[in-house]
């Protein structure tokens, strides 16, 4: 709000001296104020383009998270656990680590280890909100994957719930043809 007020005074401080701004004669305020605006404009946009730049600088990312996108989230797990190790700060990388670590769990028969494999998910998925991701993606998986990592059937039917669990681990692994086959 002050800074609203700031610009509304600066605009009324160059209407009270009637400046003329006529072309090739400006006034060294006004000078002043299209610098910090072009800087402000500067440095806004910097984050992302560096961001970018590093992106398309490291090809083992551009692998992990096109794997990703493909739906292998088991085949890009390591990637990302790696990516994540070399730059714990890079928000897309931990958020696609955990959610892939996530859909591995499903890939496992023990229960006990597809838990604990929920819990770690979960636990990755809090570091990628920590950073400062507040994602839809990311908040609906949270709000689905309990702290003890706890699972749910898919039907009290057993045969129903095995065909269903073998297709998400058909899907986590990225073969969909299969899992769409049930």
Not at 118 to 145: P, Y
């Amino acid at each position: 709000m002050s800074s609203t007020r700031s610009i509304a005074v600066d605009i009324n401080d160059l209407r009270d001296q009637k400046l003329c701004f006529n072309v090739g004669r400006c006034h060294l305020r006004f000078r002043k104020l299209s610098i910090l605006t072009l800087i402000c404009a500067a440095l806004m946009t910097a984050g992302p383009a560096l961001a970018e730049d590093e992106a398309k600088s490291n090809p083992k990312r551009d692998r992990a998270l096109e794997l990703y996108k493909q739906g292998k989230m088991v085949d890009a797990m390591p990637l990302l656990e790696e990516l994540a190790a070399e730059n714990p700060k890079d928000t897309a990388v931990v958020e696609s680590w955990g959610s892939s670590v996530l859909s591995y769990a499903q890939t496992l028969s023990d229960a006990d280890s597809r838990k604990k494999a929920r819990i770690r998910a979960r636990s990755i998925l809090l570091k990628a909100q920590a950073l400062g991701d507040n994602s839809d993606f990311l908040q609906t998986l949270l709000r689905q994957l309990p702290e003890d990592g706890s699972f749910s059937a898919f039907s009290d039917k057993k045969d129903v719930d095995e065909a269903m669990q073998q297709a998400e681990a058909d899907f986590a692994r990225g073969d969909l043809e299969k899992a769409r086959q049930g």
